[in-house]
């Protein structure tokens, strides 16, 4: 088992910084992938950033040249760090650990608020 906790979300005005931190536990070495969602008050959750085992990362074209995701292994905790936030940015972020088709795990979120 995995357990996720995030922090760092907040209100910031566009044009501000945040950066989001996912701290894990548990079986760490069984995960491929590691992610950071986000979901608005009644749309579907997407995908925002991602980074596999190997260091290898991916965004989402909404957030390429703003977002970077990054690792920390000795403490084991992944970052989300957040430039140039929009008001559409605004939404809770789940940081996010997948194995395989049987096992994918979320944490309980962090709400990002941006207010123009």
């Known amino acids: 088992q995995v357990q996720l906790v995030e922090s760092g979300g907040g209100l910031v005005q566009a044009g501000g910084s945040l950066r989001l931190s996912c701290a894990a536990s548990?079986?760490?070495?069984?995960?491929n992938v590691w992610g950071w969602h986000r979901q608005a008050p009644g749309k579907q959750r997407e995908l925002v950033?991602?980074?596999?085992?190997?260091?290898?990362?991916n965004y989402a074209d909404s957030v390429k040249g703003r977002f970077t995701i990054s690792r920390d292994t000795t403490k084991n905790t992944v970052y989300l760090q957040m430039n140039s936030l929009k008001p559409e940015d605004t939404a809770v972020y789940y940081c996010n650990a997948h194995r395989d088709h049987w096992y994918d795990t979320w944490g309980q979120g962090t709400q990002v608020t941006v207010a123009s």
């Open positions: 950033a991602a980074i596999t085992s190997g260091g290898n990362p």
């Open positions: 548990g079986a760490i070495f069984s995960i």
